[in-house]
């Protein structure tokens, strides 16, 4: 193993334990780092067999990254976001929708072309995007069913702060970020694309 999977993985744990300690909210943390750690098992389990390009690696370890702050914290109460750019309420979770669009669109891009499983840049790129907004809306179901089990505990997951378009608005993030994932990523992707065959 290089050194760059040992530090990919050394992040990872890193980041995982110092979330864990002292979380706002254990349950919160647990449903926040729960996609980080299932993200961790697939990567380790498709390592051999379908080993990924060096870019989505990273993006996926941000967007744990992002995932894990979040649950430690909660993503209403991450103290760099508190009162940013005048902000009435901690844009946390944006960061994270953001990312929720942003690696995915690389992930299903390199999935997609990797299995041959579309021709053609435009419908490639509506797919792409298809997926991600189809993964983010899921996610806010998710959130949904978490909030109707939990009742009152759910406002940490949440993190809706009293602002009623947040579901609205989370999915707009994950179009912006996977749109600007293709526009910026795709030709340093196809690099990397190319190194894998």
């Known amino acids: 193993m290089n050194l760059l999977k040992l530090l990919w993985i050394a992040t990872f744990l890193a980041v995982l334990i110092w979330s864990g300690v002292n979380p706002k909210d254990q349950l919160t943390w647990f449903l926040e780092v729960l996609p980080a750690m299932i993200g961790l098992v697939l990567v380790v389990s498709t390592y051999r067999g379908f080993p990924l390009t060096p870019l989505l690696y990273m993006l996926i370890l941000l967007h744990c990254i992002v995932l894990m702050v979040g649950g430690h914290y909660t993503y209403a109460e991450v103290p760099l976001f508190d009162g940013l750019f005048g902000a009435e309420r901690n844009n ?20 997609l072309i990797r299995k041959r499983v579309v021709n053609g840049g435009a419908w490639q790129a509506y797919i792409i995007v298809s997926i991600c ?29 009293g602002y009623i378009w947040d579901t609205q608005s989370d999915m707009g993030l994950a179009l912006v970020g996977a749109c600007l994932a293709l526009l910026l990523l795709s030709r340093y992707h196809d690099r990397q694309l190319k190194g894998l065959t």
Not at 154 to 161: D, K, N, R, S
Request: glycine letters at 10%.
């Open 133 to 161: 907004l189809a993964f983010s809306a899921f996610y806010e179901l998710i959130e949904w069913w978490v909030a109707l089990l939990s009742g009152e505990d759910a406002e940490a997951f949440l993190g809706t702060q």
């Open 92 to 111: 946390y979770d944006k960061v994270g929708h953001f990312f929720q669009g942003f690696g995915p669109a690389i992930l299903a891009r390199e999935i």
